[in-house]
T-cell receptor, first 113, second 115 residues
């Protein structure tokens, strides 16, 4: 049962432009929506989160948007930098699931200098 | 502050064997979760331990088990290994103060190869 989908396995963006990563979900019971970034040979690192009662959260170059009616989550990175090249996972958490995270399949972002 | 550590980092086993992986959480963190990452299935939740008790379990067969010690360190065990168990096994810890979202910190993972 695929509750979370990242339909773009890869994305290439020119340095300085905006990177937009997308995620669709089916479970309406999620309370927190997160983005993690993963470099090769390292574990995922937390990037930014948003709770279900909000529709936008910003942290520096990173902004997460939540559209609950469309069950859609997106991450905007602007301006994109070469160090942003990594695999990005959206992840979801329910208050009733304790610490369990449900992850998307990941999008490999490549920033072209 | 030291991060989450996992040992060993790499492991090669043969089918039918069993394996034990270890995870030391960040000091003070009481919740430890385990995930399996494979190319086909992505990151999938295995189980979570809090105060030595399993609080949540993913959809994996009984060959996958775990435990947590009083110092919050955790181990996971896979018995009767199958080729499909080849994966990166990730451990994550959090403070788990209850209520709102608790950031989870991941270790570098253990790469298990089953031949």
């Amino acid at each position: 049962d695929q509750q979370v989908k990242q339909n773009s396995p890869s994305l290439s963006v020119q340095e300085g432009r905006i990177s937009i990563l997308n995620c669709d979900y089916t479970n309406s019971m999620f309370d927190y929506f997160l983005w993690y970034k993963k470099y090769p040979a390292e574990g995922p690192t937390f990037l930014i989160s948003i709770s279900s009662i909000k529709d936008k959260n910003e942290d520096g170059r990173f902004t997460v948007f939540l559209n609950k009616s469309a069950k859609h989550l997106s991450l905007h990175i602007v301006p994109s930098q070469p160090g942003d090249s990594a695999v990005y996972f959206c992840a979801f958490q329910s208050n009733f699931g304790n610490e369990k995270l449900t992850f998307g399949t990941g999008t490999r972002l490549t920033i072209i200098p | 502050k030291a991060g989450v550590t996992q040992t060993p980092r790499y492991l090669i086993k043969t089918r039918g064997q069993q394996v034990t992986l270890s995870c030391s959480p960040i000091s003070g963190h009481r919740s430890v979760s385990w995930y399996q990452q494979t190319p086909g299935q992505g990151l999938q939740f295995l189980f979570e331990y809090f105060s030595e008790t399993q609080r949540n379990k993913g959809n994996f067969p009984g060959r996958f088990s775990g435990r947590q010690f009083s110092n919050s360190r955790s181990e996971m065990n896979v018995s009767t290994l199958e080729l499909g168990d080849s994966a990166l096994y990730l451990c994550a810890s959090s403070l788990n103060t209850g209520g709102s979202y608790n950031e989870q910190f991941f270790g570098p993972g253990t790469r298990l190869t089953v031949l």
